[in-house]
C-alpha cells in the first residue's frame, strides 16, 4: 500500500500536459466531426469471422493471446452480419459459397468494410478450377487484400492497421455537408 | 488366395480377368454380374467394408466409363482387400449396392456428380458436392480443368478460371505420364 501511495503521489507532481489541460481548456477537446467519427469507428472495428477454409485458423491465431487482435479494438468477432463493421472473408470462396458470402455482406449495416485474407480470397489461389470463385472481389468490393498462404497473424494485424489507416482519411460528414444532407454541420 | 478360388468357383465366365500385383488383388468383371459377385463378396466371404467406389472416363475408348470398386474384409482382422473393376457403356446404367453398403449411397452420388453415370435403384439419386442444376460433369475428361460458365439465379453461378495457355485437359492413356498429364487441348 505504502509502495502505491508513493508512485501515485510521484505521477501527480511529474505528469504535465503541455498540450491540453483540463484546468485550462475544461472537458473540451477541439477537432473535426470526421476525425472524430473515423477516431470511434477504426477503434471499434467489429468483424463478421467468414471463415472458409484454412486462414480462419489463422484468424482464430490473431485473435488469441499470443497476437491479441483486441489490441486493435477488433477482438468482437460477431457472428450476426447485422452487428458487424467489416468482413474479413479467410479462406477458399467455392461456387457454391459465393453467393451465401455475397449474402451475408448484404446483411451487413453500412458503414462496411471487407478484408480479402490470403490468396485465395483475393485471387482464388491454387486454385484455378471449376469450383472456386477467382477472388471475392469478384462479387463484393475489397478494401485490404493480405497476400500470404494463409498470411500469419501479423499479416492479418497489419492488415487491420491498413484499414484503420483508410478509415481514418474517410469524409463522411463532409461529404454529407456537400450533398446537401448536412444539418449536422449546417446547424 | 482362397478369395479367389471361391469365386471362380462360383461365377466362373463372369470373371474376365484377375490381376495380382504386389500382394493386391484385382478382379475384372461383366457389368450384367457385378451386384451379384459384390453381393457374393460381402455375404460369403467376409467383405464387409466398402472403402471406395469410384470411377474412370475412358474417353475414346468403347465402352467408356470403368467402375472400380475396392472392399476390405475388416470385421474378422484380416485386412484383406479386394478391387472389383468393370466396364460400363455410355448409355448404361451402374447397379447401386446402397443396399448392400450403407455408405454406397454417397460414394455413388459423388460418381453421379462428378462422372454422370447414374445408378439404378439407387434410394437418393442426387448430386452431392455441386448443386442440383449444374449443368456439367467437372471430371469427365472432356472437361477443362479451368471450368464452364453457368449460371442457376440465386443458387450458383460458375465462371472459367483464367488459365493462361489453357484448357488444360488430361488424356486417358495407358502410356506415361507425360501422355496422361494435362495439357492445352481443346474439347468444345
Known amino acids: 500500500m505504502q509502495a502505491g501511495a508513493d508512485v501515485s503521489s510521484r505521477m501527480s507532481s511529474t505528469t504535465q500536459h503541455a498540450a491540453y489541460d483540463t ?19 477504426k477503434n471499434s472495428l467489429w468483424p463478421m469471422p467468414m471463415g472458409l477454409a484454412c486462414c480462419a485458423i489463422e484468424l482464430m491465431g490473431s485473435a488469441s493471446s499470443r497476437f491479441d487482435i483486441s489490441r486493435f479494438g477488433a477482438e468482437v468477432m460477431r457472428f450476426s452480419p447485422r452487428q458487424s463493421d467489416v468482413m474479413i472473408v479467410a479462406g477458399t470462396v467455392t461456387y457454391k459459397m459465393a453467393l451465401a458470402v455475397k449474402r451475408v455482406w448484404d446483411q451487413m449495416p453500412e458503414p462496411k468494410w471487407c478484408i480479402a485474407m490470403g490468396a485465395c480470397a483475393s485471387s482464388g489461389g491454387m486454385y ?6 477467382q477472388g471475392i472481389d469478384n462479387l463484393i468490393p475489397v478494401d485490404v487484400y493480405i497476400s500470404g498462404c494463409p498470411p500469419r497473424p501479423e499479416a492479418v494485424l497489419e492488415g487491420l492497421m491498413k484499414l484503420q489507416k483508410k478509415i481514418e482519411l474517410e469524409q463522411s460528414a463532409v461529404a454529407q455537408f456537400k450533398r446537401g444532407e448536412g444539418g449536422l454541420i449546417e446547424g | 488366395m482362397a478369395t479367389l478360388d471361391s469365386l471362380k468357383k462360383e461365377f466362373g465366365d463372369a470373371i474376365s480377368e484377375t490381376i495380382e500385383f504386389r500382394g493386391e488383388t484385382t478382379i475384372v468383371v461383366t457389368a450384367a454380374s457385378a451386384k451379384d459377385i459384390l453381393k457374393h463378396c460381402r455375404d460369403e466371404l467376409k467383405f464387409d467394408y466398402l472403402v471406395d467406389i469410384s470411377s474412370l472416363d475412358n474417353l475414346g475408348t468403347e465402352p467408356r466409363w470403368e467402375m472400380v470398386y475396392e472392399l476390405c474384409q475388416l ?23 446402397a443396399d448392400l453398403w450403407e455408405t454406397a449411397n454417397w460414394h455413388e452420388r ?33 472437361f477443362p480443368l479451368a471450368g464452364r460458365q453457368s449460371d442457376m439465379p440465386d443458387v450458383a453461378f460458375t465462371d472459367r478460371a483464367p488459365l493462361e495457355g489453357g484448357p488444360f485437359v488430361t488424356s486417358p492413356t495407358s502410356s506415361s505420364t507425360v501422355h496422361r498429364e494435362p495439357r492445352s487441348r481443346t474439347f468444345e
Do not use: C
Not at chain 2, 456428380?113 to 475428361?141: A, C, N, Q, T, V
Open chain 1, 23 to 41: 484546468k485550462v481548456e475544461g472537458n473540451i477537446i477541439f477537432t473535426q466531426v470526421d476525425t472524430a467519427i473515423n477516431w470511434m469507428r
Open chain 1, 128 to 133: 484455378r478450377s471449376y469450383a472456386v470463385l
Open chain 2, 75 to 97: 470385421g474378422n482382422g484380416s485386412n484383406e482387400h479386394l478391387r472389383v473393376k468393370y466396364s460400363l457403356r455410355e448409355d448404361e446404367k451402374a447397379a447401386s449396392v
Open chain 2, 110 to 142: 459423388e460418381v453421379y456428380d462428378m462422372m454422370g453415370i447414374e445408378f439404378s435403384d439407387h434410394p437418393d439419386m442426387r448430386r452431392i458436392l455441386m448443386w442440383e442444376g449444374y449443368p456439367f460433369y467437372p471430371l469427365r475428361k472432356d
